[in-house]
């Protein structure tokens, strides 16, 4: 599914100090019955953002109208859990395009770069200063430059590096995807077979 | 590295490259592909608008597990949307003349359970899965692990996926277990010390003698919960105990054809003086029956320890705060004692036969405790009728329990069985996240046989007592 190419994201960010948060809570496994990939954002976090009578829960920060943009900040170890895409579909749904922590789990972080949300992964301490800074300013100003491979919080222009391969880096530049560079290889593919044990 | 040594991994990874990229991943072939209702949808409409068909259909392997009721599974579906997701795995497969086992097929049941007892894993392979417990099969020195709804796509259409070479860990127990420690005790232990997180971005190979002298189902309950340290996988090298439990198998290779494969298999084992990037190495004699307290299986216990102190623990505090909350636990809490409202036996982590057995040791003689609720699931048909074959029926039924149809169940509860909010449930699956058995539910995470004894007395209790 074509997704956003990614450049130059100049947004706010919405905080989520919590670490470990897994795909069951970013998307409930009652909400992956659907057979096309539509409207997972309305059920983002959902028993975190809406009580059991559907009515929001106004301590979540979703819910919380000063906080809003296109970056996720998260505790560490984000995305841990299922391998289900939908947990990615449905942040991208809900419209953020990049998601920034301190670490990532493995399948949540492939399966973001495949649909075209970049996870940002920063050191610990550089979390803290964007934490603080939101905290501070709801409306701090974050830039992720994909060309320049940093994170700046604007205000006080602190920065730091960020590490993605360069294969992937080229995909979401171009809104690329894995299985169109498959297809255009599947004469390689059809000859590895016939070496194959299985 | 400079080491031309290489671990198990290296070899069955490396022989499935197909390409390497530049700064950038591998792609590897891959051999099996299991797909089930909840994830694959989306992946064949994706082929459908791209235009492209399935590259090679017999290397893949439908069934329905994860949305299928687990009582009268002869009739129709209640569940409007569910029943959509079983009718497009129906549609899709037959299109594409992909096998498929759906509900009422024999050979029905949960994918990680299903794919091993017919033969269609083996060592060697690399297999992949719409679900992240797919490290399952790794318990046969096949490379598996868990993918993306695009990467299902990937794999349908190519055959292929592109993934960075992970790092190499390796985990070695050794010694003797004591009484009532199981293989889910084994895996809660490690987690519990190496942390929900500990092995992201590696590759785990088993090694020791506590996994040589597990059985085949052992490992797979071990293997299975590797995603839950956040490693890719995890994997055991080949051996007797391995090629015995595939020999003869639907799927296996026969005649001539099992000759030439166990030959290849036999050397499938990490060279002596290999190097891993990570190592740690546990004593069995340490590990007792472990239980979960928290809200992610790394908070794990012994069962005769309390429940931590936050200042104890590295981090993280808030979130410690309020896994405990969610949880209605305490620091310091005892675990022994604890209120039980649910139990749950069965998943791909504990739902094979050597589970109900281990189940019913406990449970003959004894009687169902009223205040509990139990769903016992096995994983496949197969299971379901060995339990029956070999009497363990029997045994549940005189205590007050009733067996259950196969399927996911309430391991992830996206059918009926779910756990209401705020009650407790020991449960023998890999996952205690809040919600994860239904909203608000609060899931204790142990072995079959601590789940037994929960049954039996209607408290968290010590398996050893009732041994």
Redesign the interface.
């Known amino acids: 599914?074509a997704y956003d190419k990614f450049t130059v994201l100049t947004s706010t960010a919405v905080p989520l100090?919590?670490?470990?948060v897994?795909t069951?809570?970013i998307i409930?496994?009652?909400f992956?019955?659907?057979?096309?990939?539509k409207s997972f954002g309305d059920n983002l976090f959902r028993?975190w953002r809406y009580n059991?009578d559907d009515s929001p829960k106004q301590d979540f920060v979703l819910n919380n109208p000063i906080y809003t943009g296109k970056i996720l900040v998260a505790?560490?170890?984000f995305g841990?859990?299922?391998?289900?895409?939908?947990a990615?579909w449905a942040l991208y749904d809900y419209g953020f395009r990049c998601v920034v922590s301190s670490?990532?789990?493995?399948?949540f972080k492939?399966?973001s770069l495949?649909?075209g949300l970049l996870p940002v992964t920063v050191s610990p301490e550089f979390l803290d200063k964007i934490f603080t800074a939101i905290e501070a300013d709801p409306n701090t100003q974050i830039e992720v430059s994909l060309p320049e491979q940093t994170i700046t919080i604007l205000a006080t222009g602190e920065l730091e590096p960020f590490v993605i391969?360069?294969?992937?880096k080229h995909n979401m530049l171009n809104g690329f995807?894995?299985?169109d560079?498959?297809?255009a290889?599947?004469a390689?593919?059809q000859q590895?077979?016939e070496t194959?044990?299985? | 590295m400079s080491n031309s040594l290489s671990t198990l991994f290296d070899k069955v990874w490396d022989a499935h490259v197909v390409r390497k990229i530049e700064d950038g991943p591998d792609v590897l072939f891959i051999d099996r592909h299991f797909i089930h209702e909840v994830t694959s949808p989306v992946a064949f409409l994706g082929m459908e608008s791209r235009g492209v068909k399935v590259l090679f259909p017999e290397r893949t392997f439908a069934t329905a597990d994860h949305n299928t009721p687990t009582i009268n599974q002869h009739l129709p579906v209640k569940d409007a949307l569910s029943a959509n997701q079983l009718d497009a795995l129906e549609r899709n497969t037959a299109k594409y003349g992909i096998s498929h086992w759906g509900l009422g097929n024999p050979k029905n049941g949960i994918v990680h359970v299903v794919g091993p007892e017919n033969g269609i894993t083996q060592p060697g392979m690399t297999i992949v899965c719409g679900d992240s417990h797919t490290s399952t099969h790794g318990a046969f020195g096949a490379i598996a692990f868990g993918i993306g709804t695009s990467e299902v796509e990937m794999v349908l259409s190519s055959q292929c996926i592109m993934q960075p070479k992970p790092k190499k860990m390796r985990i070695s127990v050794n010694g003797m277990l004591s009484k009532a420690v199981t293989p889910k005790d084994v895996i809660l232990y490690i987690i519990a010390k190496i942390s929900a997180s500990g092995a992201t971005g590696y590759f785990v190979e088993y090694a020791g003698d506590v996994f040589e002298n597990m059985s085949m189902e052992g490992r797979m309950t071990v293997c299975n919960m590797s995603i839950e340290m956040g490693a890719r996988g995890g994997m055991i090298a080949p051996d007797e105990t391995t090629f015995n439990y595939i020999n003869g198998r639907e799927k296996a290779p026969k005649g001539e054809a099992w000759d030439k494969a166990l030959a290849y298999w036999q050397t499938l084992k990490t060279d002596e003086g290999a190097t891993f990037d990570k190592e740690y190495t546990f004593s069995a004699a340490d590990i007792e029956p472990m239980i979960t307290y928290g809200t992610n299986p790394g908070m794990g216990l012994g069962i005769s320890q309390h429940i931590p102190k936050a200042f104890d623990l590295e981090g993280g505090v808030s979130s410690y705060e309020k896994a405990l909350s969610y949880m209605g636990f305490h620091e310091e809490d005892a675990m022994i004692g604890k209120p039980v409202d649910y139990v749950f036996i069965g998943s791909c982590t504990n739902g094979r036969i050597e589970d109900f057995r281990a189940f019913a040791s406990i449970v003959k003689g004894r009687k169902k405790a009223d205040n509990v609720t139990a769903w016992i699931v096995p994983g496949s048909h197969i299971v379901e009728q060995q339990i029956k074959e070999e009497g363990i029926l029997d045994i549940l039924t005189e205590a007050g329990f009733e067996l259950r149809q196969p399927g996911c169940s309430a391991c992830l509860a996206m059918n009926d069985d779910k756990v209401p909010k705020g009650k407790y449930a020991v449960s023998t699956s890999n996952r205690n996240f809040e919600g994860r058995q239904g909203p608000g539910a609060r899931t204790l995470l142990a072995s079959p046989l601590m789940a037994a004894a929960a049954a039996v007395t209607g408290v968290v209790t010590d398996p050893r007592e009732l041994i």
């Open positions: 599914m100090p919590i670490e470990n897994d069951d809570q409930p496994a009652r992956l019955k659907a057979t096309e990939r028993d059991a505790g560490k170890n841990s859990g299922s391998s289900r895409e939908h990615a670490f990532f789990a493995d399948i492939g399966n495949n649909i391969n360069g294969y992937k995807d894995d299985i560079y498959l297809q290889m599947k390689e593919i590895f077979v194959s044990v299985y």
